[in-house]
């Protein structure tokens, strides 16, 4: 059961990422990145990691893609383009190399390293596992207690890029109005 | 192998046929309740806005109309199917069912029913199997509710590009640019309910909820419950927030290119969702199937078996909410874009956020031991505080605005 649903989440994550970077209209393109998500979240549930299954469809599939889309059809650049134009030249040859260099390193990673794979560490606890918000409870823990400091410094970082963002957009204009 | 399925008790452990078949005929009824409920909600709706404008409303299809929205769909179906010249196709005809899974996906994780009383927890039993009178009870809860409809903002979104059309692009942007705000009040307010109940599950939600008091509409200070149902009706796109399908500004917004069934696909998600927030509502913040019961004295109906009994509370409550949105639909005018997103942004978000504090301030006032008065006046300062700065900055940017002139 647990190699049918992995194989069809593959395939979802696969055809989604290669329907990316082929689809010549960019809606297409962010579509397929919606795919892909969506795949990568029916493996967290299949690796009852419940939460950020929640989490990748709120956050990727609900805000930051859709974000995405918005860009595309606001700026008007929903037409279908051109794609065997390349735009910097040798980016392609460099883009194969550098996609085979980091597949290389993982596979290499994961041959290495397939003995402490395969046997169970202890990176869970096991004893709280059984519970239904098991995952939930475990990740808030882990977040507020050990790591509060990277948590809040995070919040900071994005609240700053906010404001700074909006600064930068109020500066063009006020640059414009010849102040 | 089983924990991939584990949303329901039934299927954990080995699969055999009798789960296998009571979650098969789950699946149906829940299906089959929401398409009926549907239909019905369309002709109460006509119904109850015809009283109110001193109309008669629908009254040849069937006993008191009631079938008038089977003839509209058979209709519908039999109309001629365009697609605009300049569409996307394959989005064009792919939207209307993204509009239209969310909608029943989202009925899913709501209690029906069942016996809540006395620990029970809203435990069943069928033929021998333990079970809930709800489709699925995922860990993640009431997520899952926020995560369908943020994927419910794709379908509208897509419907209105892929009409290759001016007037739909506009009120698919104007939807989603709606929906996306005011999803954060949602959660937000949504945040009270959990930090009261100390669960994600729904069911875990009602089972907590066992009284009048407890009911998260009065524990969580009942301000949590009016954010929720503003935003909730933002997030419907149904009036007063309806500013989707302003007919006078976009001719019909994001289904104006849409006609036949994959129109009717369309209005049936909108009310289907209308049913489904109700739903909802009810479970988050009175209690769902749970009886009515102040203190010790519980309004039991007499010679109906509990677990039904819930179902039938379930409905009452459900009816309710279902009579307000179309209340408010026949009573209040249209928003203005602009104050659209002043209160999600400016009211709402702020005021969700500043009461969440309160009730986390409180909780933890109470297992550290502190003086509860001492707490709520300190709060309270912060709140004036925070209040005090917003409307500072408000002040100060709407000088801005003025020196500078327009903005756009």
Redesign the interface.
Known sequence: MELVVFVLAAAMVLVGAIGVITRSNPVHAALSLVLTLFGIAVMFVSHEAHFLAAVQVIVYAGAIVVLFLFVIMLLGVDRSEDISIEPITAQRPLAAIVGLGVSGIVIAALVSSRSAISTSGDGIDASTVDAADANIRQLARSIFSNNVFAFEITSVLLIVAVIGTVLMARRIKLREAGK | ????FALDPLLEGKLLWTPLLIVLVKVLIVFVVGLVATMLMVWFERKVIAGMQNRVGPNKAGPWGLLQTLADGTKLFFKEDLIPERA?RF?FKLAPYIVLAPAFLAFAIIPLGGDFRDGKSGMITLFGHQTRMQLAD????V??A??IS??A??GI??AG?SSGSKYP?LGS?RA??QM?SY?AALGLSLAAVLLVSG???TAGIVDMQSSVGNWNFVATGFIPFFIFLISATAELNRPPFDLVEAEQELVGGFNTEYSSIRFALFFLAEFMNTITMSALIVTLFFGGPQPISVGNTTLDIPFIPNGIEGTVWLLLKVLVFLYIYVWFRATLPRFRYDQLMDLGWKILIPASLGWFMLLAAQRVGRTVGWDQIVVTLVSALVLIGGYALLQRAHKVSRANREK??A?F
């Open positions: 192998m089983s924990t991939v996307d989005v995922p860990p993640i809860g997520l899952f926020l995560a943020s994927i903002v794709y979104m897509l590009w692009l942007v989603s640019a996306v999803e669960t994600l599950s500078d002139g903005s």
